[in-house]
């Protein structure tokens, strides 16, 4: 079973666990519109990771201060990024397996590894990293999200796999 709260201060996991958050109407699904094997994908993770002295972190100190809040923006994540630059540091999970091997939660290895092999076109040159925990989605859905799905279709993006924590 997973615990959403295992990693909060227990004071808080009842405030979290009747918390009432609205399911989305609908999903926005769209099908591919070439072979895989000839599409760009793009990953994007929940994780709240990001490039070590290239970005800032992800406001996590906020987000201790003010516990219904979570950071909406985005971190860019290149294709070529190596575990000795990845920084982790999300609150609402264990980072240990994150520091140990990113690819966990953003499987760049393994995509490339995919693109080599011609199961797909080819990975995108940018990926990207959101903070997974969003009470209020408001400013995530009208301002970062259109933000990276515009820098996704100027760099091509087919597809997206998204790895959610």
Request: proline fraction near 9%.
């Amino acid at each position: 079973m997973v615990d959403s709260y295992k990693w909060l201060p227990p004071s808080l996991k009842g405030y979290f666990e009747n918390m009432k958050i609205d399911a989305p109407a609908d999903v926005p699904w769209a099908p591919l519109k070439k072979p895989l094997r000839e599409a760009r994908i793009a990953l994007v993770t929940t994780a709240g990771i990001n490039v070590r002295g290239v970005e800032p972190s992800f406001d996590y100190a906020r987000e201790q201060l003010d516990p219904s809040w979570g950071d909406p923006t985005y971190r860019m994540l290149p294709r070529d990024l190596r575990q000795d630059q990845v920084q982790s540091g999300h609150l609402h999970i264990n980072n240990d397996d994150i520091d140990a091997d990113f690819n966990v939660v953003l499987p760049i290895s393994r995509m490339l590894e995919l693109e080599t092999e011609g199961v797909i076109g080819s990975l995108a040159p940018t990926n990207y990293s959101f903070m997974g925990y969003q009470p209020d989605t408001t400013e995530w859905r009208e301002r970062y999200a259109p933000e990276v799905a515009q820098r996704m279709r100027d760099e091509r993006v087919d597809g997206v796999l998204l790895t959610p924590v």
